[in-house]
Antibody, heavy 121, light 107 residues
Framework: QITLKESGPALVKPTQTLTLTCTFS??????????VGWIRQPPGKALEWLAL???????RYSPSLKSRLTITKDTSKNQVVLTMTNMDPVDTATYYC?????????????WGQGALVTVSS | DIQMTQSPSSVSASVGDRVTITCRAS??????LAWYQQKPGKAPKVLIY???SLQSGVPSRFSGRGSGTEFTLTISSLQPEDFATYYC?????????FGPGTKVDIK
C-alpha cells in the first residue's frame, strides 16, 4: 500500500521561506521511473503543479515559480522536501505531494492528504 | 506552456444520468492525458491515464477517449458517490498543467 503524508507549518509570514516534507511508504524513490511531485490548490481554485523529482535526482520546476522553489530527496528516509522562498498571501493553498508511477508520462497515481498553508502576518 | 480547458465548468445531473466532460489542450498532447476526481476536502484521485486507461480499482462506468487536443471523460451511469469535481491533466511536456475543473453536482 502506497501512502504519502505532507508535513510543515500551517502558518507562515509574508517573505518567509516555507519548508514542506513529504514522507512516503510503499515505494522506493530509487526505482527507475518513479518520482514525487508537489501540487498546490488555493482555496476554491484549481490544481497547480509546482515541482517534481525523479529517482535519478532529475528535477523539474514550474517556470513561473522556479526561482523560488527547491525540491530535494532523501531516499534513505523516504522523504522529499520542497522549499518555497519569499512567501506571499497568494501562496495560501493546500499543498499536496504525489507519486509519479513508473509509466511513460507524469501521471500522479497516489496523493497525500494535503497540508493547508496560510500566509499571513 | 500547454493550456488546458474544460467544458462545461459545472453540470447538474441525476443519479443514473450519462455525463460527459470535455477537455481541450492548446496543442497536440498525443494521448498523454489523465483525469482526476476530487471530493470536497480530499486529495485528487486518478481515474484515467493515457487518455483511456482505467486506473486499477476505478469502476468501469468511467471511461476516457480522445487524442491530440480533444478528450472526453464519460460517466455512463452517475452514482451518488460520483458527485465531485473532475480535472484533466496533460503529461506531454513540462510544465505539467491541469484544467480548471468541472463540478458535477446533484440536479
Amino acid at each position: 500500500q502506497i501512502t504519502l503524508k505532507e508535513s510543515g507549518p500551517a502558518l507562515v509570514k509574508p517573505t518567509q521561506t516555507l519548508t514542506l516534507t513529504c514522507t512516503f511508504s510503499g515505494f522506493s524513490l530509487s526505482t527507475n521511473g518513479v518520482g514525487v511531485g508537489w501540487i498546490r490548490q488555493p482555496p476554491g481554485k484549481a490544481l497547480e503543479w509546482l515541482a517534481l523529482i525523479y529517482w535519478d535526482d532529475d528535477r523539474r520546476y514550474s517556470p513561473s515559480l522556479k526561482s523560488r522553489l527547491t525540491i530535494t530527496k532523501d531516499t534513505s528516509k523516504n522523504q522529499v522536501v520542497l522549499t518555497m522562498t519569499n512567501m506571499d498571501p497568494v501562496d495560501t493553498a493546500t499543498y499536496y505531494c504525489a507519486q509519479r508511477g513508473m509509466r511513460m508520462a507524469t501521471f500522479f497515481d497516489s496523493w497525500g492528504q494535503g497540508a493547508l498553508v496560510t500566509v499571513s502576518s | 506552456d500547454i493550456q488546458m480547458t474544460q467544458s462545461p465548468s459545472s453540470v447538474s445531473a441525476s443519479v443514473g444520468d450519462r455525463v460527459t466532460i470535455t477537455c481541450r489542450a492548446s496543442q497536440d498532447i498525443s494521448r498523454w492525458l489523465a483525469w482526476y476526481q476530487q471530493k470536497p476536502g480530499k486529495a485528487p484521485k486518478v481515474l484515467i491515464y493515457a487518455a483511456s486507461s482505467l486506473q486499477s480499482g476505478v469502476p468501469s462506468r468511467f471511461s476516457g477517449r480522445g487524442s491530440g487536443t480533444e478528450f472526453t471523460l464519460t460517466i455512463s451511469s452517475l452514482q451518488p458517490e460520483d458527485f465531485a469535481t473532475y480535472y484533466c491533466q496533460q503529461a506531454n511536456s513540462f510544465p505539467v498543467t491541469f484544467g480548471p475543473g468541472t463540478k458535477v453536482d446533484i440536479k
